[in-house]
């Protein structure tokens, strides 16, 4: 009941205008940071920052506010800058991150990190155990969910349907190659995405208290 709860209370915030006003934001930054800042270390490695947008929208305003968002970043991000043909079988893992971001990050309190010193730093966690241990398991979940099964699936699913060669054993050698594939670039990934999110949604959730209580005190 805790569970589908999260998904009806996070419903009822989309009744409140400055949750369409912010998540509408939060939105365009995640189509500006998805398509101009990107750390490209390799060919096959590259660090994007657009999941603090969807990450920020699931922490704020719950589940289906994040499912709903990356539905429309995803969207709106083909139309802006189209890539291939269209499936709605890879916005459904945009919205599986947004949806796993919620439930682990809704009604939280994000951790203060301490950046005076990599020992403040690391002290400032260990202070707050509870609440990095929901960005760990927000992150290493959708890495997981996201892009070790879904996105594997989908795309040897796509390609099977493209070579009309749809035979289990195929199939399934294929998704295997693609999960191995996507293991190190993960791996490398997921520790960098915590540490981000570590630092940066304390700030967020600060800055957007301190804007609305100010409105308040002013209304």
Not at 61 to 84: E, L, N, R, W
Not at 118 to 127: D, G, N, R
Not at 136 to 141: G, S
């Amino acid at each position: 009941m805790a569970f589908f709860g999260s998904f009806k209370k996070s419903a009822a915030e989309l009744k409140d205008i400055r949750c369409l006003v912010v998540t509408a934001m939060l939105i365009g930054l995640d189509l500006v940071l998805k398509f101009f800042l990107n750390l490209n270390l390799t060919d096959e490695l590259k660090i994007s920052f657009a999941f603090v947008a969807i990450a920020s929208i699931g922490m704020l305003y719950g589940p289906t506010v994040g499912a709903i968002a990356c539905v429309i970043t995803d969207i709106v991000g083909f139309m802006i800058k189209p890539s291939g043909t269209f499936n709605p079988l890879f916005t459904l893992v945009e919205v599986a991150g947004g949806v796993l971001y919620g439930l682990f990050l809704y009604n939280f309190s994000p951790v203060k990190p301490d950046v005076e010193s990599p020992k403040a730093f690391f002290k400032s966690i260990l202070e707050n155990w509870v609440s990095a241990l929901r960005i760990v398991l927000a992150k290493i979940t959708v890495a997981v969910v996201c892009n070790l099964i879904m996105t594997p699936l989908f795309l040897t699913f796509q390609k099977q349907l493209e070579a009309s060669d749809f035979t289990p054993a195929v199939f399934w050698a294929g998704f295997i190659s693609r999960i191995s594939t996507r293991l190190i670039k993960n791996a490398i990934e997921v520790p960098v995405h915590i540490l981000i999110l570590m630092l940066t949604l304390f700030p967020i959730m600060a800055a957007y208290k301190a804007i609305f209580r100010q409105h308040k005190s002013a209304t």
